[in-house]
């Protein structure tokens, strides 16, 4: 398993505080992150699979299953694909001392 895998394999929480334009950042479940109600979390399993969960607009929980998967030669280093149609979306991972995660929604080629 390479270190990109390594880092995104668990738990990532929503820092909407360090969005920037269309790219949403995680952070992984363990970092600081200051109190939000009802971040949205992702959770990255061994065999591709992931789950998304956060609040819905009618502040129910919902969970979404979904796949991930490595991407050779693009601007990211994985894809995700979420089963309620909210997809697929490239992340990029980085670790400079506190792994970050970078979620942007594919536009429509």
């Not at 995104?8 to 950042?25: I, M, R």
């Not at 009802?38 to 607009?57: D, E, H, I, M, T």
């Not at 601007?75 to 670790?95: K, T």
Request: aromatic letters at 6%; one cysteine or more.
């Amino acid at each position: 398993m390479d270190r990109k895998t390594e880092i995104l394999l668990g738990q990532w929480a929503h820092s909407a505080e360090e969005d920037t334009g269309d790219v949403l950042v995680f952070r992984q479940q363990d970092y600081p992150l200051p109190p939000s109600r009802g971040r949205r979390k992702l959770a990255f399993y061994p065999g591709n699979q992931v789950k998304s969960a956060g609040v819905a607009p009618n502040d129910v929980n919902r969970v979404t299953s979904g796949t991930w998967a490595s991407v050779a030669g693009s601007d990211a280093d994985f894809e995700m694909v979420l089963d309620d149609g909210d997809g697929p979306c490239r992340l990029s991972v980085a670790d400079d001392g506190a792994p970050i995660l970078k979620l942007k929604k594919r536009s429509s080629e």
